[in-house]
């Protein structure tokens, strides 16, 4: 098992998730974080500190955020380790209300 970043980061890119985290196991690009599943420990931590509910352990996911498994699996190999808190992207208070409905 391992825990998944799913498109409801896209357009914030919070990172409180990278402080909790005892291992670097999250990736960045331009639009929003990733989870490498190699490297996750499955502690849950990250889950309850996103603002915007976009982190999920894998099992849980519904089916149509299946496709998050292997996007986080791609990206991450893809993209820069993240060890520090960021900024949240201009859009995030705007993209956050929105997710809020």
């Known amino acids: 098992m391992a825990y998944v970043v799913t498109d409801l980061c896209r357009g914030c890119r919070y990172t409180e998730c990278v402080t909790v985290c005892p291992v670097e196991c999250f990736h960045l690009d ?17 889950v309850p500190v996103c603002p915007v509910g976009a982190i999920q352990a ?3 996911l519904p ?12 990206r991450a190999a893809e993209t820069p380790v993240i060890v520090a808190r960021l900024e949240p992207l201009p ?7 929105e997710i809020a409905g």
């Open 30 to 46: 331009e639009a929003m974080t990733y989870i490498d599943p190699e490297n996750c420990i499955d502690c849950g931590g990250c």
């Open 91 to 97: 859009t995030a208070e705007e993209r956050r209300r």
């Open 63 to 74: 089916a149509d955020k299946k496709d998050w498994i292997g996007i986080n699996r791609a």
């Open 58 to 60: 894998d099992y849980m």
